[in-house]
Nanobody
Framework: QVRFVESGGGLVQPGGSLKLSCAFS????????MGWYRQAPGHERELVSS???????RYLDSVNARFTISRDNAKNTLYLQMNSLEPKDTGVYFC???????????????WGRGTQVTVSS
């Protein structure tokens, strides 16, 4: 059974840092590209960063050079180190697979509860 448990969010001041973790199960680590998605208030969920099974990474332009994605395949865990946080980074962060054809999640994918990140002074 596919399951995602995101953690590590919180309230942080602009310029601060957070590290998100996502423990997942029911997914073959050797096959899928994994990603962090963000849903900001009033906006649709968007892919922020992805990492292939081989470790190749991609980032949304707005987070490039500030966020770092990584994965530990042995632990079935995905991470997102977020530095120099800005108010526009506020949202609920989720992890899931990435469909390399569409650049987003697979249809009917199961989602976790996400973890709230709030950047505010």
């Amino acid at each position: 059974q596919v399951r995602f448990v995101e953690s590590g969010g919180g309230l942080v001041q602009p310029g601060g840092s957070l590290k998100l973790s996502c423990a997942f199960s029911g997914i073959d680590n050797s096959i899928y590209t994994m990603g962090w998605y963000r849903q900001a208030p009033g906006h649709e969920r968007e892919l922020v960063s992805s990492i292939s099974s081989g470790g190749s990474t991609r980032y949304l332009d707005s987070v490039n050079a500030r966020f770092t994605i990584s994965r530990d395949n042995a632990k079935n865990t995905l991470y997102l180190q977020m530095n120099s946080l800005e108010p526009k980074d506020t949202g609920v962060y989720f992890c899931n697979r990435v469909n390399l054809i569409t650049g987003t999640s697979y249809p009917n994918d199961i989602w976790g509860r996400g973890t709230q990140v709030t950047v505010s002074s």
